[in-house]
């Protein structure tokens, strides 16, 4: 059965650092694209990172751009998504997410067959 377990979410003032952690179990972790998304109180679920299978592609949302770094460690089965330069509209419970077998890196959300429970990030204005 496939598990993604989100961590590193908190409270944080503007301006600092926080890095996600998304541990994968349940599949063959190398060979499926993984992403980042976020849901902000009110709104909608929307794209924040995306990364291939190895990593060479990535994509970010505009919003996130120079500021969000997503990687992964294939030896761990570990996707992280690094955040610099907090903003309060970084506020939102933020989700990993597994793409298909062997397929391409995708900001598509419906593209994603499995998602962890969400790790909350939460930046006072």
């Known amino acids: 059965q496939v598990q993604l377990v989100e961590s590193g979410g908190g409270s944080v003032q503007a301006g600092v650092s926080l890095r996600l952690s998304c541990a994968v179990s349940g599949r063959t972790f190398k060979n499926y694209p993984m992403g980042w998304f976020r849901q902000a109180p009110g709104k909608e679920r929307e794209f924040v990172a995306a990364i291939s299978r190895g990593g060479s592609v990535t994509n970010y949302a505009a919003s996130v751009k120079d500021r969000f770094t997503i990687s992964r460690d294939d030896t761990k089965n570990t996707m992280y998504l690094q955040m610099n330069s907090l903003r309060p509209e970084d506020t939102a419970v933020y989700y990993c997410?597994?793409?298909?077998?062997?397929?391409?890196?995708?900001?598509?959300?419906?593209?994603?067959?499995?998602w962890g429970q969400g790790t909350q990030v939460t930046v006072p204005s």
């Open positions: 997410a597994l793409g298909g077998l062997f397929a391409g890196v995708t900001l598509n959300q419906g593209s994603y067959n499995f």
